[in-house]
């Protein structure tokens, strides 16, 4: 075992970490190397990734295609800006995507984070009705819900529950409903539509798994229903896939499960397969054409400067290509029944309220979260890293993970909870 290196110490006198009370924080594993689902701390362990770098490092990490197309970008134009200029790596990448994304989602505009991916939706819903010379300048999201910590999609997240409550009365106020399950729900849905319709900009919510809210479940025919009351009120609808898109639930896009083609979808996080900060808001024919005209004050007036970057559009590319060429829906298939026979017995503990399993993501819920910090360093110790959150202990494997290590991230999420929920009292 070795001491931590010297940065660490040196840059925590100086870095601002995310999520993070940085004052009562244990300090952050230092990590040297990454290869496949595994990461190399400084001390010379190793720790099998559970939760693919906040679910990004789908084809695991320093995959050599990937690596090779970044090197050869670099080699011959890093960047360049896309306002008047054109590099075939962004062009290329934006062709790929209209085939691959459902119905006619085919105008691509590029951004660096998930997070403003959806604030440009937003901001492309709103500016689609003005073109159109009407006003409609709220959103309807989902409690449960979030879209980025942006401050526009501060206001479509949960304004109660999520991590962003403190913020209610400064960001925008929005109309919030339950997701429409039952005739309670649907009921409450359809009057909020009726109620707001004239000013709802558009509709927003993430398809068949609410992530970042506890990877909650919902069936295909929610969103079906939730595409249905649009069409029939003529409004917009944004469906959030920078969780779920890349096959995260065994097919490319959630959509594609449901069956549905949204007016705007984001994507990011496994867009570049991990390696580099690159997302998308893609827009239907329909949207597009209500900026495409002669008048200069109608174009979408938005343009992050590294939007379309050369090297993150080399590297999406190249994960396109492993899709193309690798198993990767196969495997997800096959973790998906590896997650529901490994976590299985997790059910069988004290203080556990549920188990659930969706494609490549494994859910165990507890009754309450006690002793984070804790259990965090337990699975540390066991050999894995995930990262539990309000009252999950939950895990998005790359889609590469061996049979070995899943079967050891399974194991140890089952251990290490036992234990811990003796030791806390969790029954």
Same mark, same amino acid.
């Not at 594609?256 to 580099?276: R, Y």
């Given at each position: 075992?070795?001491?931590?290196?010297?940065? /660490?110490?040196?840059?925590?006198?100086?870095?601002?970490?995310?999520?993070?009370?940085?004052?009562?924080?244990?300090?952050?594993?230092?990590?040297?190397?990454?290869?496949?689902?595994?990461?190399? *701390?400084?001390?010379?362990?190793?720790?099998?990734?559970?939760?693919?770098?906040?679910?990004?490092?789908?084809?695991?990490?320093?995959?050599?295609?990937?690596?090779?197309?970044?090197?050869?970008? &670099?080699?011959? *134009?890093?960047?360049?800006?896309?306002?008047?200029?054109?590099?075939?790596?962004?062009?290329?990448?934006?062709?790929? /995507?209209?085939? &691959? &994304?459902?119905?006619?989602?085919?105008?691509?505009?590029?951004?660096?984070?998930?997070?403003?991916? $959806?604030?440009?939706?937003?901001?492309? =819903?709103?500016?689609?009705?003005?073109?159109?010379?009407?006003?409609?300048?709220?959103?309807?999201?989902?409690?449960?819900?979030?879209?980025?910590?942006?401050?526009?999609?501060?206001?479509?997240?949960?304004?109660?529950?999520?991590?962003?409550?403190?913020?209610?009365? $400064?960001?925008?106020?929005?109309?919030?409903?339950?997701?429409?399950?039952?005739?309670?729900?649907?009921?409450?849905?359809?009057?909020?539509?009726?109620?707001?319709?004239?000013?709802?900009?558009?509709?927003?919510?993430?398809?068949?798994?609410?992530?970042?809210?506890?990877?909650?479940?919902?069936?295909?025919?929610?969103?079906?229903?939730?595409?249905?009351?649009?069409?029939?009120?003529?409004?917009?609808?944004?469906?959030?896939?920078?969780?779920?898109?890349?096959?995260? *639930?065994?097919q490319m896009f959630a959509c594609d499960v449901a069956g549905i083609v949204p007016d705007i979808m984001t994507i990011s996080k496994a867009l570049t397969g991990g390696t580099l900060p690159l997302a998308a808001t893609v827009a239907r024919t329909h949207v597009f054409e209500a900026f495409?005209?002669?008048?200069?004050?109608?174009?979408?007036?938005?343009?992050?400067?590294?939007?379309?970057?050369?090297?993150?559009?080399?590297?999406?590319?190249?994960?396109?290509?492993?899709?193309?060429?690798?198993?990767?829906?196969?495997?997800?298939?096959?973790?998906?029944?590896?997650?529901?026979?490994?976590?299985?017995? =997790?059910?069988?503990?004290?203080?556990?309220?549920?188990?659930?399993?969706?494609?490549?993501?494994?859910?165990?819920?507890?009754?309450?979260?006690?002793?984070?910090?804790?259990?965090?360093?337990?699975?540390?110790?066991?050999?894995?890293? $995930?990262?539990?959150?309000?009252?999950?202990?939950?895990?998005?494997?790359?889609?590469?993970?061996?049979?070995?290590?899943?079967? =050891?991230?399974?194991?140890?999420?089952?251990?290490?909870?036992?234990?811990?929920?003796?030791?806390?009292?969790? =029954?």
């Amino acid at each position: 075992m070795t001491s931590n290196p010297d940065w /660490l110490a040196e840059g925590l006198n100086h870095i601002w970490l995310p999520y993070t009370q940085m004052k009562t924080v244990p300090a952050p594993l230092p990590v040297m190397r990454g290869r496949g689902a595994r990461l190399t *701390l400084a001390d010379g362990r190793e720790l099998i990734d559970g939760i693919s770098s906040w679910w990004t490092t789908v084809h695991g990490y320093c995959h050599p295609h990937i690596e090779a197309a970044v090197k050869a970008q &670099l080699e011959t *134009l890093p960047h360049v800006m896309l306002g008047g200029l054109a590099h075939e790596q962004a062009y290329r990448l934006s062709t790929r /995507l209209a085939a &691959l &994304l459902p119905g006619d989602l085919s105008r691509v505009f590029y951004s660096e984070s998930g997070s403003v991916s $959806v604030e440009i939706a937003m901001k492309m =819903a709103v500016q689609y009705w003005l073109n159109k010379g009407e006003r409609h300048t709220r959103f309807l999201s989902f409690t449960g819900g979030y879209h980025g910590d942006t401050f526009m999609t501060m206001s479509v997240c949960d304004p109660d529950e999520g991590m962003h409550s403190l913020f209610t009365g $400064v960001v925008p106020d929005q109309i919030v409903v339950p997701l429409p399950r039952d005739e309670e729900s649907i009921a409450a849905f359809e009057a909020a539509m009726d109620k707001h319709g004239a000013e709802i900009a558009a509709v927003v919510t993430e398809p068949l798994v609410q992530g970042a809210g506890g990877m909650v479940f919902h069936d295909a025919e929610v969103l079906r229903r939730i595409r249905k009351a649009c069409d029939a009120r003529g409004l917009l609808l944004i469906v959030d896939e920078i969780f779920t898109g890349f096959g995260r *639930l065994g097919q490319m896009f959630a959509c594609d499960v449901a069956g549905i083609v949204p007016d705007i979808m984001t994507i990011s996080k496994a867009l570049t397969g991990g390696t580099l900060p690159l997302a998308a808001t893609v827009a239907r024919t329909h949207v597009f054409e209500a900026f495409y005209t002669d008048q200069p004050g109608d174009a979408l007036m938005h343009g992050p400067t590294y939007m379309g970057n050369a090297l993150a559009c080399a590297a999406a590319n190249a994960s396109l290509d492993l899709f193309e060429t690798e198993p990767r829906l196969e495997q997800v298939a096959a973790i998906e029944e590896s997650l529901a026979e490994g976590l299985a017995p =997790a059910r069988d503990i004290p203080g556990i309220v549920d188990v659930r399993v969706r494609g490549a993501i494994g859910v165990i819920q507890v009754k309450e979260m006690r002793s984070l910090d804790d259990l965090k360093a337990r699975f540390v110790e066991a050999g894995v890293w $995930v990262r539990p959150f309000r009252d999950i202990i939950y895990t998005t494997p790359p889609y590469v993970v061996g049979e070995d290590d899943l079967a =050891a991230l399974t194991r140890a999420m089952v251990d290490v909870t036992r234990k811990w929920a003796s030791d806390v009292g969790l =029954a």
